[in-house]
């Protein structure tokens, strides 16, 4: 395993030594997969995303200024590919969110009833999630998901970390409003 920052590779792949660029690769596989499935549900094509994702980022990585952090620089390019996928799914009519990748996997309910509410849950929350705007689910998803800061959403998302929080802020109180009505109309 390499020792060095993600920038410190990123300056030795500029200089010539491409082979380092397979240590980002497998810092960020893993990442960019959990990203793009949580942000693009019923996507099949995941793998072959973050492929593109890797592949936009070596070829542009000579515009990298390593002084600053490599993470938020990739996943802008994830961001951005993603976005696209979304427009291309919404051109063709395809459903853009399933709330199911958004929500982890409730742990395993010590009783019977408590699995049964945990499920109900998981439903209504699922539900609420679906209502939710694309730029509300993203900001949840980079910030809860993916445990960004709001300077590195702000990167990702090309907005003022003032817009991060209102965003956050906004998606929060949606979601109880949503969930609220539901919670009634039961």
Do not use: C
């Amino acid at each position: 395993m390499d020792t060095n920052t993600d920038e410190q590779i990123a300056a030795a792949v500029q200089a010539g030594n491409a082979e380092e660029f397979g240590e980002l690769i497998e810092r960020y596989d893993a990442k960019l997969k959990r990203y793009a499935r949580r942000f693009l549900s019923r996507s099949e094509d995941v793998e072959d995303l973050v492929q593109d994702v890797f592949i936009k980022s070596y070829t542009n990585l000579r515009s990298f200024d390593v002084t600053q952090r490599f993470s938020p620089w990739i996943y802008r390019i994830a961001h951005n590919v993603f976005v696209n996928e979304l427009r291309s799914k919404e051109r063709r009519g395809y459903g853009i969110f399933d709330a199911d990748v958004l929500l982890p996997q409730l742990p395993a309910a010590e009783t019977a009833d408590g699995a049964v509410l945990l499920d109900e849950l998981k439903i209504e929350m699922e539900q609420a999630l679906t209502s939710l705007p694309a730029k509300y689910r993203e900001v949840l998803v980079l910030f809860y998901y993916e445990e960004l800061s709001y300077i590195e959403i702000s990167d990702i998302l090309r907005v003022p970390v003032t817009t991060v929080g209102v965003r956050l802020k906004r998606a929060r109180d949606k979601l109880q409003t949503v969930y609220e009505a539901q919670d009634t109309n039961i």
